[in-house]
């Protein structure tokens, strides 16, 4: 079978403009709270996806740490690719596919840094391992092969043992949102979706689109 003839239709709900919440944050945390009753794997992934100094696009998967009013908010080295290009472009795409739901939700807007002290009380609540990994990894720069990452990581582990301390490069970014889209799949690919918009005095838009 060609891979053009591999279709399916949707119809396990739909989706109102009429009926979404006010704010599109939470209309967001109601769907990721169904997402996660389903025990859909990793329910938190989103695609991040940045503008290079080159202007070409980038994405990548990464795991949100927390939503709230202010945005949307995970961690990362901020010596990365991704990084780099959010330094020269502060402005980025997420979207989460919840394929089990038949659901997808796609958030433009800018990006900033979080405080230090957000910083560090999230590295401290991770796994030592993962702490250890964070320090012994050069994220996106080469590496001559996995032994010298491995011993890498064990010199951190033998160096900072039960302690070890977040390096300045390591830390989170928040993505204030100015456009969030909700599609929920149909049938007949007349699928559905809501656009909300940010307006100048911080309220929000919405309107239907066509799928």
């Keep these: 079978m060609s891979i053009a003839e591999l279709r399916k239709d949707y119809s396990r709900a739909s989706l109102s403009e009429l ?8 209309q967001f ?20 996806a940045t503008v290079g100094i080159d202007g070409r696009p980038s ?6 740490k927390q939503v709230d009013a202010d945005g949307f908010s995970w961690f990362t080295n901020y ?15 997420l979207l989460f596919h919840w394929v089990e739901l038949e659901r997808q939700v796609r958030i433009e807007g800018k990006i900033e840094r979080v405080s230090a002290a957000e910083n560090d009380h999230y590295f401290a609540s991770r796994p030592l391992s993962s702490q250890w990994g964070a320090i012994a990894s050069q994220q996106s720069q080469t590496v001559d092969n996995r032994d010298t990452l ?3 990581f064990s010199a951190v582990e033998q160096q900072y043992g039960e302690h070890p301390i977040r390096p300045a490069h390591w830390g989170g970014y928040r993505v204030v949102p100015e456009q969030m889209e909700f599609w929920q799949g149909r049938r007949s690919r007349l699928h559905d979706r809501v656009l909300y918009t940010r307006t100048e005095d911080g309220g929000w838009k919405r309107q239907r689109l066509q799928p």
């Design 59 to 64: 994405s990548r998967i990464v795991l949100l």
């Design 79 to 93: 010596h990365s690719r991704k990084g780099l290009e959010i330094d020269q472009h502060p402005y980025v795409a």
């Design 29 to 48: 945390s109601a769907w990721l709270d169904e997402a996660i009753s389903a025990q859909i794997p990793e329910p938190t992934a989103m695609s991040v």
């Design 19 to 26: 009926d979404v919440a006010a704010d599109p944050i939470a």
């Design 150 to 152: 491995e011993a890498r």
